[in-house]
């Protein structure tokens, strides 16, 4: 049995070598008194940082206005242009197009490369203007809706701006793929090759902008306002859909579905097809002989607004530099591409509009009816090569025949065509055909002669 130990002096004195120290236990209000403190630490901490914050920032921020200054007065022109931000601002030289698809690069709405341009708009207009140092330009996207209630094209800070750009979904690839920053000089920079690698239809307008802001000018940071530039809203689409697009103008060759509102293989598409309507010069032909006829093919389901929509789209087309000449015993009528009348002889005479009775003029819509039923009969004409215009002698055409005025027509290099009965000519050299050059246009859009 081990000996009991008994407690000596050595134990508690800290001066000899067997001193061992003897743990107390804390009291509770000594616990209670550190808590305290820590909180008290931690709520002064609290109260302090926002104050260092401020003061730090404020520092920092006077310390770079010093700094501008210093670089604003060391350059005059630097100088001059600083007190009038809101005159510069950046623009694109050209609109998109409607619909853009992913892959695909993207360009202005007639095929060509973008630009962005600096512009002054201190003046009336926008004055193209440059600066004597680089300016760094960055391509971002802007949702769709961003400016889309304001009439002034310019009337956003640089703040909403930023907060508009999009960036990509979750798990995706940057919106944007290719060169999205530019230097420019002189005041013009090419956007080069840039693709949308998503398409639109996930955020709530469906639709997106492109936007170039400022990033850095000359060497320095930013020290002269510029505004930001935009486009049109525009929709983004998958790639596959570009085998379904509609072309914007469309052509007069190109299918019909190419047209608003017509789908590819949809309901209106079957209908046309069914009734030999299978381009848009054929589309524009019945509309222009018999839009009744063509409505009622469309049926019920094409409202006004829609075949307003249509319509306009396939007029927007290039009509060409094609005449067709119907001739008979009698008459010899000359066809634009869509079959509207551009000049009509009946029994050698220019018939001028101002002088057609109703019995002519119907006589003439039948003339077009019949010319149309029998189009690939028709003499084609290139304007271009062998020109429009007609040889007259007052009133009365030199040629009374069609034989020997298509002869004619071979025989002279013309450039203008008659607008009436009278020896005016107007000046073809770019649209050769107008509106204001026929005598006779069968029918409008909305049906009727």
């Known amino acids: 049995m ?5 407690f000596d002096d050595s134990d508690t004195d800290p001066n000899q070598p067997n001193y061992k120290r003897i743990r107390t236990t804390p009291s509770f209000a000594s616990v209670i008194k550190e808590v305290v403190m820590v909180k008290f630490l931690d709520n002064v901490s609290s109260a302090l940082e926002p104050m260092l914050r401020r003061v730090v920032h404020e520092e920092v921020e006077s310390g770079l206005r010093r700094y501008s200054c210093r670089t604003i007065t060391r350059s005059p022109s630097l100088r001059i242009k600083a007190l009038e931000p809101s005159n510069l601002r950046l623009t694109f030289n050209k609109k998109l197009s409607p619909t853009i698809f992913t892959g695909s690069k993207i360009v202005a709405g007639d095929g060509h490369n973008l630009q962005i341009l600096l512009v002054d708009t201190s003046g009336e207009g926008l004055v193209p203007t440059a600066l004597p140092y680089p300016i760094k330009v960055e391509i971002v996207i802007l949702d769709g809706d961003f400016n889309s209630k304001q009439n002034d094209q310019t009337s956003w800070t640089h703040e909403e701006f930023n907060k508009s750009i999009v960036k990509e979904r979750t798990g995706r690839r940057p919106l944007l793929a290719g060169e999205l920053n530019f230097t420019m000089r002189d005041g013009v920079v090419s956007v080069g090759e840039i693709e949308f690698t998503d398409n639109s239809s996930w955020i709530r307008s469906g639709k997106f902008r492109l936007g170039a802001k400022l990033v850095q000018i000359g060497t320095s940071q930013t020290t002269v306002q510029i505004t930001e530039a935009i486009t049109e809203s525009f929709r983004v689409k998958d790639h596959r859909g570009e085998l379904y697009k509609k072309h914007y103008p469309p052509a007069l060759g190109d299918e019909v579905w190419r047209l608003e509102k017509i789908g590819k293989d949809g309901t209106f598409h079957k209908k046309l097809s069914s009734n030999g309507i299978n381009t848009v010069q054929d589309f524009l032909k019945l509309a222009t002989v018999d839009t009744p006829k063509l409505r009622t093919i469309l049926g019920r389901g094409m409202s006004d607004k829609i075949w307003d929509a249509t319509y306009n789209h396939a007029n927007s087309c290039e009509k060409g530099s094609k005449l067709y000449v119907a001739s008979g015993a009698n008459y010899t009528l000359f066809l634009s591409p869509i079959c509207q009348v551009v000049r009509a002889i009946i029994d050698g005479q220019i018939c001028p509009t101002r ?29 271009r090569v062998n020109g429009p215009a007609l040889l007259t002698q007052g009133e009365t055409v030199v040629d009374q025949y ?35 050059s026929y005598i006779f246009t069968p029918a409008d859009h909305n049906g009727g002669f």
């Open 2 to 6: 081990a000996a009991k130990r008994f």
């Open 355 to 383: 002088d057609l009775t109703g019995i002519q003029r119907a006589n003439i819509q039948n003339l077009v009816k019949y010319a149309y039923a029998n189009w690939s009969s028709l003499e084609e004409v290139d304007a």
């Open 402 to 436: 069609p034989n020997v005025l298509y002869q004619q027509l071979r025989s002279y290099q013309l450039n203008a065509i008659l607008t009436d009965a009278s020896e005016q000519l107007v000046d073809c050299n770019n649209d050769w055909i107008d509106s204001s």
